[in-house]
């Protein structure tokens, strides 16, 4: 018979016994609202009696990890539990002698439960939800204190991460709002800029356009009116003045005539840049005939 060595005790344990061990499931099982975490106490007179513990339970043969620990939970608390993290996994002796029989190989995961009202088997006789400190101070044997801690820094160091997860988010929302506020800006700029040079441009084009008149230049009014048309494609618009009545948002009465309110000359045109009075028109009123 081959013989190997357990690596725990280094105890000689026959090949024979290999897989006779046992693989248990259990879970720091915490509330999803009051972040309480779950301790019972078992009952009778067999191992750890009257020790308070998480809540363990063994695999079926086959069954996968997750599965069976959803099912110990709802047959000795009547909770459904969804497991969130593997926080450990561990080897123990359960017996007072060092035998296949006794060894279990454990998974402990972080749970959460919706609800906090357990209905107990008769492995265990109380439960109490308390926050992971006080459960730490209550646990028995070592190994389940062992486990909540691991559940304490596991706790913390997500809420960290969220943390970290969140201010990285903020950053990210911070930039974006930077970068379209710039983009609104160097668009405003570019207007204002555009904006007034067209300004500066209307004077020049106007007396360019009474010097093609007068001169009767076919090559030059080309070129005037060519002028004309690109700064209209860019939002300019001349005010419509001649016989109307007088509007004081585009226009300016330098003089009237008759009691009037129509429009009857135009003395300088007005003009609207984009939806923007950026000059008024200087008109003489008279009545309309």
Do not use: C
């Not at 939970?73 to 561990?90: A, R, V």
């Not at 860019?234 to 009037?260: Q, S, W």
């Not at 309110?261 to 135009?266: A, F, G, P, S, T």
């Not at 950026?278 to 005939?289: E, F, P, R, T, Y």
């Amino acid at each position: 018979m081959n013989m190997t060595k357990n690596s725990e005790s280094d105890h000689p344990v026959s090949n024979d016994s290999v897989g006779r061990f046992m693989v248990a499931v259990g879970a720091i099982v915490e509330h999803e609202e009051t972040e309480t975490i779950l301790l019972i106490k078992r009952a009778g007179a067999d191992y750890a009696s009257g020790a308070w513990e998480v809540g363990y339970g063994r695999l079926d043969q086959g069954e996968n990890p997750e599965a069976g620990l959803k099912r110990e939970f709802k047959e000795e608390t009547g909770l459904d539990i969804k497991p969130k993290k593997l926080l450990n996994t561990w080897f123990f002796n359960r017996g007072d002698k060092e035998a296949a029989e006794n060894e279990v190989i454990g998974l402990t995961y972080w749970a959460t439960a919706s609800s906090q009202k357990v209905k107990l088997s008769s492995e265990h006789s109380e439960y109490q939800w308390l926050s992971p400190e006080a459960a730490l101070e209550l646990a028995e044997p070592k190994l389940i204190a062992n486990e909540i801690r691991a559940f304490i820094e596991a706790k913390a160091a997500a809420k960290e991460a969220q943390a970290a997860d969140q201010a990285r988010q903020r950053a990210l929302a911070d930039y974006h709002n930077l970068v379209r506020r710039t983009q609104a800006e160097r668009g405003e700029y570019t207007k204002l800029a555009a904006s007034q040079l067209i300004e500066d441009l209307i004077e020049p084009l106007e007396h360019l356009s009474m010097a093609a008149e007068q001169l009767d230049d076919e090559g030059l009014t080309m070129v005037v009116s060519r002028l004309w048309t690109v700064l209209h494609s860019h939002g300019l618009e001349e005010v419509e003045a001649l016989g109307r009545e007088f509007a004081v948002e585009t226009m300016e009465a330098v003089d009237k005539e008759n009691g009037g309110d129509v429009v009857i000359k135009v003395l300088r045109r007005g003009y609207i840049l984009n939806g923007k009075v950026i000059q008024h028109a200087k008109v003489v009123l008279g009545a309309d005939n």
